[in-house]
Nanobody
């Protein structure tokens, strides 16, 4: 099982940007057919943010972040990143990196479900002030 570690969270004003990174260790991320990001705000369920295929050719985004967030991966560095722009207070949450999905990424209805993913990081807090 791969170990995942997120970084880059913090406090930012509305309209600002942040870049989250997730470093994988334990084995090459190329062993995971996809990697993704989820987030969870207090009192809410874990929400799908974005996912990216093995070589970065396919990307999927949650409706609430589409056109504002960009997911990318660097296989050579075993990292996946999430560039967040035009941040809103409702983006405030703990952001989690995920890997080892049980289904093909193209089964998007399953990709959006946290239970599809087998490996998780500890999360990084993102707070957007108004």
């Amino acid at each position: 099982q791969v170990q995942l570690g997120e970084s880059g969270g913090g406090l930012v004003q509305a309209g600002g940007s942040l870049r989250l990174s997730c470093a994988a260790s334990g084995r090459s991320t190329f062993s995971s057919p996809a990697m993704g990001w989820f987030r969870q705000a207090p009192g809410k369920e874990r929400e799908f943010v974005a996912a990216i295929s093995l070589r970065g050719g396919s990307k999927y985004y949650g409706d609430s972040v589409k056109d504002r967030f960009t997911i990318s991966r660097d296989g050579a560095k075993n990292m996946v990143a999430l560039q967040m722009s035009s941040l809103k207070p409702e983006d405030t949450a703990v952001y989690y990196c995920a890997a080892d999905p049980a289904y093909d990424l193209r089964q998007i209805s399953r990709t959006r479900l946290p239970e599809t993913w087998g490996s998780w990081g500890q999360g990084t807090q993102v707070t957007v002030s108004s």
